[in-house]
């Protein structure tokens, strides 16, 4: 199945935590990320939900990840990267800004990206379960496997524990998300007069957004902007993209292609973020880059865009078979 290899390559490689050299290490990671991101999205389509859902659920799946199996919420120097000092609050033992960069990426590029290319290739079964019960049993399994060995390499990799407090208040909000998760009840669809925008423009408006947003942290933990502020404008990012991509969501021929549109706005961005951070001669965790490494990341995002160029084009031509025959 495409989303369980898809969704650590874009959250890992694209990333540039990892570089192409490491490629391995996706039969390690997509457990847990594949695995999560696959599990979600047949939760959610099972029970005939759509993307607040997905969405809501993605971030329980973050709180589990960073609160849990990494520790990175509660860590103050985890990976050797002090990621907790830029805003940190001693009486939550966390930094804001950390905990919202760091579960939105999950959200946004951990799971909604994969499902959007692997929903948008799939055409008219977009919205349809893909497994059966055994399928989803194996899921489930794969899920809690891929946590179970990130948080044994997690524990042996730092001395640091998170506080009893830290972990139940974690287990809270976990549960409040996936809670408010299927507090979405299905709607009828009504679609508006307008038309839906054009793939393009969807494109270039998530594009933006999303780079506004890693630019903000980036900018922030270069000491440029204070942490109220910068928190403020991921905020801001965030609220503008939902507001906008859901209005637009609710016009006529909105669909597989505009879905599309976004993941590639989403998958450039973070391919950005990652070959920004080779020409600095290292990945995001540290290890030393190349050529290689930069030549690597061009041929993954390039194979991302035609996978999702490749979608657009089958919702095109489905789309133009739907008027000839009516």
């Known amino acids: ?26 039969i390690v990671l997509a457990p847990m990320y594949g695995g999560g991101a696959l599990l979600i999205r047949e939760v959610t389509r099972r029970t005939n939900r759509a993307w607040p859902t997905m969405l809501l659920l993605a971030t329980a799946y973050a709180l589990l990840e960073e609160a849990y199996t990494t520790q990175s919420l509660f860590n103050p120097d985890y990976a050797g990267a002090r990621l907790l000092d830029y805003g940190y609050i001693p009486a939550l033992g966390t930094s804001l800004n950390w905990t919202v960069f760091v579960l ?30 055994p399928g ?21 990799a730092s001395p640091f524990r998170a506080s ?5 208040g974690a287990g809270v909000l976990v549960v409040i998300v996936i809670a408010a998760a299927f507090a979405f009840k299905p709607r009828a669809h009504v679609e508006a007069a307008a038309v839906a925008p054009a793939g393009w423009i969807v494109f270039v408006v998530t594009f933006v957004l999303a780079a506004a947003f890693i630019m903000i942290e980036s900018m922030g933990r270069g000491h440029r902007l204070l942490p109220a502020i910068g928190l403020s404008g991921q905020l801001a990012c965030e609220l503008i993209a939902l507001v906008v991509i859901a209005r637009w969501s609710q016009r006529r021929d909105w669909g597989s292609l505009q879905y599309l549109a976004i993941a590639a706005g989403t998958t450039l961005t973070y391919a950005l973020f990652g070959f920004y951070a080779f020409l600095q001669g290292h990945t995001h965790l540290g290890a030393p880059t190349g050529a290689v490494d930069m030549a690597g990341q061009i041929v993954l995002t390039l194979l991302i865009l035609a996978l999702i160029g490749w979608g657009a084009r089958r919702s095109q031509r489905a789309a133009g078979l739907r008027g000839v025959l009516a």
């Open 104 to 133: 939105s990426i999950h959200v946004v590029w951990s799971v909604a990206t994969p499902i959007l290319i692997a929903e948008g290739i799939a055409g008219e079964r977009r919205t349809e379960p893909w497994l059966k019960t």
């Open 1 to 26: 199945m495409l989303l369980i290899p898809l969704a650590p390559l874009i959250a890992e490689f694209l990333l540039g935590d990892f570089s192409i050299r490491m490629l391995a290490l996706v």
């Open 164 to 168: 009893a407090a830290q972990l139940i």
């Open 136 to 156: 989803m049993v194996i899921t489930v399994l794969l899920f809690l496997l891929g946590c179970a060995a990130t948080t044994n390499f997690s524990l042996h």
